[in-house]
């Protein structure tokens, strides 16, 4: 790693950043019971000599010379995890550190993001001579998308030129990201004793309007995530052999890209279905920031990559210009004994401080 202009070296930074994932790997914290790590963050904060604020339990700061007159750039991503899944054969709680892995629930998703983006606000936040802001938010509720994470706490912040987000993405950049609409329906037939002729049959009428929405093509292909992704997750029918039910329920998972809103995404597929159809929610829409966008510019010009993300994140739900950008793997996350490479780590800090100082 090249020096970094900083109060701290890299070594400093980098350990800091080992020592608190460890730290959080430790301290269970599913969604909506993360105030143990939130009180872990402000402590690393108060460590550093940084006044924090809190919102429930998403800890956030502003930069020593924070200027009203100048716009911010956000560092954002979260401290929440899923539930080890029963595939473990290590303590999801035991941060294990051995050929040079860190080991433990969340410390690739999103924990070395969370460290990483912990490190670069270090690193800036005595600086007196930039051109934007630096606020870093640490938040709530990611894994769930929930009310109490960053879609609580936005309106409290200052206004945000464009958002940082860190997640799983080996330091490339996720310039779009696709949107997710969950999609329950119904299939209405008539029920009847299954030893007689029965031509309303919900199961049968509900498969064959399934067969043809999992086949169907959206008009518009997104030059940065492709096709619109229907997949049909869920099906429920029947208490009896002998008994046709009268209703056919399932389940629709569908990966909206940039070219449609969540809202006109579910309307044409109602269009093309009889059963019917009620969308869980329209909050989390696709996201993207434009190839030449500064911040996607300076990662382009250091070797970085950009690309189209398939998997969702708090940027369905941040009211501006985000990108998606961190250390590690998201094919590692939610899975069993989820690592995060030492190395990872020593890079992320490195990549960010590097784009940011041609940003900031």
């Known amino acids: 790693m090249q020096e970094l202009k900083s109060v ?167 310039i779009a990201e696709k949107g997710l609409l969950v999609i329950d329906g119904e299939m209405k037939g008539t029920p009847s004793h299954a030893a007689h002729p029965n031509n309303d049959n919900a199961i049968v009428k509900c498969l064959e309007d399934l067969q043809h929405i999992v086949n169907f093509k959206f008009p518009k292909v997104s030059d940065y995530l492709g096709e619109v992704k229907i997949t049909l997750s869920g099906i429920q029918a029947g208490v009896q052999h002998n008994v046709v039910p009268e209703a056919c329920h399932f389940t629709l998972d569908v990966r909206v890209t940039d070219e449609y809103t969540n809202q006109e995404a579910f309307e044409i597929i109602q269009a093309q279905m009889k059963s019917t159809l009620t969308a869980r929610s329209f909050r989390l829409n696709s996201s993207k920031i434009e190839r030449d966008h500064p911040f996607v510019q300076a990662g382009l010009a250091i070797g970085r990559t950009s690309y189209g993300s398939p998997t969702s994140s708090d940027q369905a739900i941040i009211p501006c210009t985000s990108v998606k950008i961190g250390p590690g793997d998201s094919r590692r996350s939610h899975t069993a004994d989820e690592f995060i490479e030492v190395k990872e780590i020593e890079e992320g800090i490195e990549i960010y401080i590097q784009i940011l100082e041609k940003v900031l």
């Not at 005595?126 to 990611?142: C, F, Q, S």
């Open 8 to 174: 701290y070296s890299k070594e400093e930074l980098f350990n800091n950043a080992i020592e608190l994932l460890k730290k959080l790997i430790e301290i269970p914290s599913f969604s909506k019971d993360e105030y143990n790590t939130s009180v872990e963050i402000e402590n690393f904060f108060k460590k550093h000599q940084v006044s924090t604020e809190r919102y429930k339990n998403n800890i956030w700061a502003l930069n020593k010379h924070f200027d009203d007159a100048k716009p911010s750039v956000l560092l954002n991503t979260h401290h929440d995890t899923v539930k080890p899944n029963k595939a473990y054969t290590l303590d999801p709680f035991v941060a294990i550190e051995k050929e040079g892995r860190l080991y433990g629930l969340g410390s690739n998703d999103a924990g070395a993001s969370l460290v990483s983006m912990a490190q670069v606000f270090l690193h800036f936040y005595e600086r007196n001579d930039l051109n934007y802001n630096l606020v870093i938010a640490l938040t709530a509720e990611e894994e769930i998308s929930g009310f109490d994470g960053i879609e609580g706490l936005f309106p409290q912040l200052p206004k945000i030129e464009l958002a940082i987000v860190g997640e799983p993405t080996q330091m490339n950049l996720a």
